[in-house]
Every structure is written in C-alpha cells, then in structure tokens.
C-alpha cells in the first residue's frame, strides 16, 4: 500500500518569549491507504501538533512531510492546497457550521473545494454513506454527538481526499456511538482505501486500528507500535 | 395665500381678511407646496400691491416670467431675449430652478447643514455596522478557523462577511426607506415632502452597499490572521 501521508525526521519548536521549547524531535511516522493509525500520548506529548503537521495545518521547524505524493514546504497556499485536496479534517467539537443543516456543512466544504457542480449530490451521497440520509435538512442543534460527527465525517469525505485525519473523534461521545464512528473509520480505510490517523485517549480506538503509535515528550515512543 | 402660513397667520379660508405688512387683504385663493424657509409665509398677490407693500421692488421690476408659445423652444426663445436684452439674466424653467436649489443649497448654508448632518450619519452607521460585524466574527472565529483548516481561503471568509454586509445593507436600507416613507404624512403637516425619487434611492442604497463593504474592512484584518491551528484547541 502506498503511503497517503508521509512524515520525516519533524521537529517542531516554538518560541515562547526568551524560550524555545521543542514540541517534536525527530518524529517519522507514515500513513499509508487502507489503514487506521492510532496516534495516543498524554496531554502535552506533542500528539496534536504531530497531527496538525501531518494535516498541512502547520508546518515543521525541520524535517519532510509529503502528503499524497506532493512534498509540503512551507507556502501558506501551497499547504492551503494540500488540506483542499488531499485532506478531511474530523474535531473533537465536531466544528460544525451551525447556521447551515447537515447538507449544507457538507455543501459548504465541497464548495470551499471548489467543487461546485454536482455538489448537492455529491453532499447527499456522503450523508447517506454515513448513515444520515434521513437527516439532511437537519441544523447541528437538532442532531444527537454522534449524528454530528457522523456530519463531520460526511464533510470529511466530501471531495473524497485520501488521507482523513481526526482529533479525538470519540471523546465527545457516548460508548455506543464512539463505537459506530469507529467502526466507520474502519470501513472507511477498508473499503475506501483511505488512509486515516487518530489522534485519542480512547482505547476503544484500539480495536479498530491497524498500528497503535505512542508518542512521549515530542518522540514516539519505541515499543508502543502495535 | 399658501396653506403653510397657517403657522403664522392661523388658520384661514378664501374670503378672510389678514393684515400684511399693515395693509388689509382678502384672501382669495389657496396654495399648497410653497412653504417658505423662513418664517414668512409666502403670498401670492397682484404685482401692483407687492410693489406698495416693498421700498425695494416699488417702481422696479425685478423679474419678468415670459410664458413661451405651444410648441416653442425654450431654449431658443431662452436665447433669443439674451440677445435683446444683454445686461439681464435669462433663464429658462429648469435653469431657473437649478439656480434656486443651488441659492438654498450652497449660499445659505442649508446644503452645509445637511451634508455635516448625512455625514455623521454615515460614520455613525459605519461605525455601528462595523463593531455588529466585528463582533460576530470575533464570536465566529472558530467557524472561520475551521473554513480555512478544511482548505478555505481569506476570500472564502471574506466573501462571507461580504455577505453578511449587504445583508446589513439591504435590510437597513429597507428599515430606513420605510421609515422615510411611513413619515411622509407627519413631514407634509409641517409643509417638509420627503421627495425619494428612483434615481435618489438608488443612489442611497448604492452608498449603503460600500458603507457596510467598507465597515466589514474591520472584520476582513481580523479574519486574515486566524490560525486553522485554532481548531484543535478546545
């Protein structure tokens, strides 16, 4: 399988007043179609900033990171791109536009993809694969957690990126629906072929995941891949 | 007499008596539409008596309105009278007109009145339209973040608070044109008509279009540096 997202030797350090204080040190990790990765690791282990790299959210103080064959640098449009094309995000807080129903979430990120024909269809189609066909006109108030982040999913997908990337997806969520969002995160890279990275606390993520990766103080940790 | 000078004759009908300037008429007609800027009223009589009531037009003829033939052309005939009467002004209907606004407008100070007065009331309402629109995208501003982690750009963001700004556009110059036209009929009992021709209002409305564009300039600096890093905060 070939590698969706691929991360090299990243180091990432910020500057806080006189301070450097180095979030990432040397970290490689790949994420290739067709598999779960599990990326676990305590508050502050640099698991977030990892995956906002590897989202071309941020960009590394050092290293390489190509994503669906394309090598990031650091050009704002360039990363701005890469996330358009070749990415779908899934937050915590589901992030969802609240003004707009589930179909116009979904509508809106084909849009801003610069999809525009066929759009509406396309919407319809990732809202039934998520099992919300029923839903469509719905506004995020009116869904339960797990109905939203199945939106955010369907967003995720729309534009059908290759890689899928989500900050605790279930954290929000009770068991039986943590547990139907993580299902289709396994469907998603079995039968979709996409490559997805976790970034969580749950260990139910485990049961669904192709490698568990830890990470500790801006390194993974060696021995924590399964 | 025009039924404006009501506010200082009191009210009266065709064949009362009034005194002007200490000489005794008989009303015997009424006028509407000619209110006066001052608090004179405007009285339309023979020329003969206007010329006894005033030392300053007695045994003088300031103006002379000439009334042109069916089918004549104003201008020509405009043109004409120039040419045999050189020392006199001559104009026509629409020039005379222009002269008059442009007297009230310019020389007297009205025009001044009322530009410091829409003045301040464009900056009031841009300064209104831009805090209601910096407020929301501050309040937005994870929304935003989360248009440009999913690969939007400051235009797409832009192009929202764009929209939001004519909304804000279009339903003030709604609110305000109704506003205009419910109190025509309160303006017309103090002899003010509120006149909003299709061209004026058209003006008006295009000017509150860049008004709120111009207001969102505020939002758009804000928005052009959120961080979609923004997202993963909780």
């Given at each position: ?75 704002p449009d360039?990363?701005r791109h890469?996330r358009r ?12 536009f609240?003004?707009l129903?589930?179909?116009e979430n979904?509508e809106y990120a084909l849009s801003v993809k610069g999809v525009r024909?066929?759009a ?35 967003r995720?997908?729309a534009g ?67 | ?136 995208a501050?309040?937005h501003v994870?929304e935003f973040g989360t248009v440009k982690a999913i690969g939007g750009s400051n235009w797409d963001i832009y192009r929202i608070l764009g929209e939001q ?51 969102a300039?505020?939002s758009f600096?804000?928005v052009a540096?959120i961080?979609p890093?923004?997202v993963?905060?909780?």
């Open positions: 399988m070939r590698n969706v997202i691929e991360a090299r030797d990243v180091t990432k350090a910020f500057e806080e007043g006189s301070q450097r204080v180095e979030v990432l040190r040397g970290v490689s990790l790949d994420v290739r179609a067709g598999e779960v990765v599990a990326l676990e690791g305590p508050s502050g282990s640099g698991k977030t900033t990892l995956l906002s790299i590897m989202g071309c959210i941020l960009t590394p103080s050092s290293g390489h990171v190509e994503v669906d064959g394309a090598v990031v640098d650091g050009d360039r990363l890469v094309r070749s990415i779908g995000f899934v937050f915590q807080q589901y992030n969802l609240p003004a129903t589930a179909l979904v024909r066929g509406r269809s396309q919407a319809i189609d990732v809202l039934e694969q998520v099992g919300l066909g029923d839903r469509l006109h719905f506004l995020p108030r009116d869904l339960s957690g797990g109905q939203k982040q199945r939106v955010a999913i369907a995720a997908l059908s990126p290759p890689a899928i990337l989500a900050d605790e997806p279930t954290a929000n969520l009770d068991t039986t629906a943590g547990r139907q969002v993580l299902r289709m995160f396994r469907d998603l890279a079995r039968q979709e072929g996409k490559g997805l990275l976790i970034v969580t606390h749950d260990p139910s993520v485990r049961e669904v995941a192709d490698r568990v990766v830890g990470i500790r103080d801006g390194q993974l940790v060696k021995g924590a891949e399964s | 007499m025009d039924r404006s000078a009501e506010r200082r004759f009191g009210p009266f009908a065709v064949g009362d008596y009034r005194e002007i300037l200490g000489r005794r008429f008989k009303i015997i007609g009424t006028t509407t539409g000619a209110a006066s800027f001052t608090t004179a009223p405007i009285v339309f009589m023979d020329y003969g008596n206007a010329q006894e009531l005033s030392d300053v037009i007695r045994n003088k003829a300031s103006y002379v309105l000439v009334k042109v033939a069916p089918g004549a052309d104003p201008q020509a005939v405009a043109a004409a009278i120039r040419r045999v009467a050189p020392y006199n002004d001559v104009y026509t209907r629409d020039e005379w007109a222009r002269r008059s606004r442009s007297y009230w407008i310019v020389s007297t100070g009205l025009g001044m009145n009322m530009g410091v007065t829409v003045f301040l009331g464009i900056l009031v309402g841009i300064v209104v339209v831009a805090q209601t629109l910096y407020t929301s501050v309040e994870k700004a004519l909304i804000a556009a279009v339903v003030g110059f709604a609110v305000g044109g109704l506003m205009s036209w419910a109190i025509r009929p309160l303006m017309a009992r103090l002899y003010l008509n509120v006149l909003v021709s299709p061209s004026f209002a058209l003006a008006v409305f295009a000017g509150t279009v860049l008004m709120c564009l111009g207001a300039m505020l600096r804000r540096g961080d890093a923004l993963f905060r909780t």
